[in-house]
């Protein structure tokens, strides 16, 4: 159970550095950032949230007014999962 919490409070922390480092970087933009990870790198990140469809190959999650998108690679070919 401790390595779970390890695992959520990692992934967590380090998106809100990406923020930290966006907002310093431009501090009058609006950032969205992508990942097209493998099936399991998603599927890691993807239960760290509650509130995602686990039934799609895609979510999107926003920390701070900075949006992050998560994809599957394999939904960058598939026609009916573009964004």
């Known amino acids: ?16 550095m990406i923020v930290e480092a966006t907002e310093t970087l431009f501090p009058d933009g609006k950032m969205a950032v992508l990942f097209a990870l493998n099936e399991t790198d998603f599927k890691r990140v993807q239960e760290n949230f509650r509130e995602v469809d686990r039934g799609h190959k895609q979510f999107k999650i926003d920390i701070s007014g900075t949006e992050f998108i998560f ?6 070919t598939d026609e009916k999962d573009k964004i």
């Open 71 to 76: 994809l599957q690679e394999t939904s960058l």
């Open 1 to 16: 159970m401790e390595e779970n919490n390890k695992s959520i409070d990692g992934i967590v922390e380090k998106l809100a």
